[in-house]
């Protein structure tokens, strides 16, 4: 019969046996992927390096969060703080795939600069991302493998010095090993967040004021769906900023503010989406609050796209 501990003790082995006294280095962005083999590893009681790059596109208090969360289970992480290094680089540039590519070759060179030298690195890849690498929790489908320079991972792996525990596994045995392992619920049905974070969900110039804005409306949106039992039974969800200022009236004059377009989506896979039939009262009591009390808007929208022929996320 089948025994999920069982299970978990054969994974532990085996990562000891491949691991072989090595140093493993370990990217984490506090998702489900990497929070499971970063804990399976740490339970594994190899030598271990866990690395969470802070580029400042991160929701609100999720640096917080994620470092809370890795106390939580008693794995220790090294935080790099790059959000300057980022938004720098970052100024002026509209384009998206520029954007993507400036934060995936960024990602790589202050996650690796951290690491100074690597014998093993080990990435979340589940058995889905073997197919498409959308989602992964691993650094290189993180930023989009196609669009982006992933050499030094590449010679890591064509020198045998990647290692993929979890390369077998889909998302809801994820889920059950990461139960085992003793990781809080919460934290196994965080919704997939893209690796470059919130630039994809500004589309246009990203900015700090940007940055707040949509951090501010997006945690009152998440704190909406909490609250109503929504955030489960959604596959992802999160507010985007707009690029157009929209006409209102604020007192007795006219105001041009931004406008904030919120997202549910269900999905099996992220290759395809439907949006989700939230009730009225969860739209209503979140476009209120954040039209109460998020600065410069002064509209929100609700986004009715199916993937396809709309993506997932704005950018
Ligand atoms: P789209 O927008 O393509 O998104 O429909 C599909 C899924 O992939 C996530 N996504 C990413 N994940 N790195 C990631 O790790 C990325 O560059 C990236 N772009 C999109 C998106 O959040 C959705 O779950």
């Known amino acids: 019969k089948f025994s999920i501990t069982d299970f978990k003790n054969q994974m532990l082995e085996q990562i000891r046996k491949e691991v072989a006294g090595r140093e493993v280095l370990c990217g984490v962005s506090g998702g489900v992927d990497s929070t499971v083999l970063a804990v ?52 002026g540039v509209t384009d998206p795939e520029q954007k993507r590519k400036i934060i995936g070759n960024l990602f790589l060179d202050v996650f690796f600069g951290a690491a100074d030298h690597v014998e093993l690195l080990a990435q979340g890849t589940l058995y889905p991302d073997v197919i498409e690498s959308a989602t992964s929790g691993s650094i290189a489908s993180k930023i989009k493998t196609h669009h982006n320079r992933v050499d030094r991972v590449m010679e890591l792996k064509e020198a045998g010095r990647v290692i993929e525990p979890l390369a077998e596994l889909f998302k809801d045995e994820v889920r059950a090993l990461g139960a085992e392992l003793g990781i809080p619920h919460r934290a196994l049905w965080r919704h997939p967040f893209p690796g470059p974070g919130l630039a994809v969900r500004v589309p246009g110039e990203i900015t700090e004021e940007r940055l707040t804005s949509t951090r501010e409306a997006d945690a009152i949106f998440m704190e909406e769906l909490r609250k109503s039992g929504w955030y489960e039974k ?72 199916t993937k396809p022929p709309a993506s997932i996320e704005w950018e």
């Open 40 to 91: 399976l590893l740490h339970k594994a009681g190899i030598k271990q390096r866990c690395i969470f790059v802070d580029h400042g596109l991160l929701r609100k208090h999720e640096r917080e969060d994620v470092v809370a969360q890795f106390a939580e289970v008693g794995v220790p992480i090294e935080v790099v703080d790059a959000s300057a290094q980022f938004l720098g680089a970052l100024k």
């Open 234 to 305: 959604t596959w992802q969800a999160y507010a985007a900023l707009l690029p157009v200022k929209t006409v209102g009236v604020k007192g007795d004059e006219r105001s041009y503010e931004q406008a904030i377009s919120l997202r549910a989506v269900i999905s099996e896979d992220a290759m395809t989406a439907d949006w989700v039939e939230l009730p009225y009262q969860v739209l209503r009591n979140t476009s209120n609050r954040i039209l109460n009390s998020v600065k410069g808007v002064n509209r929100v929208l609700y986004d009715i796209s």
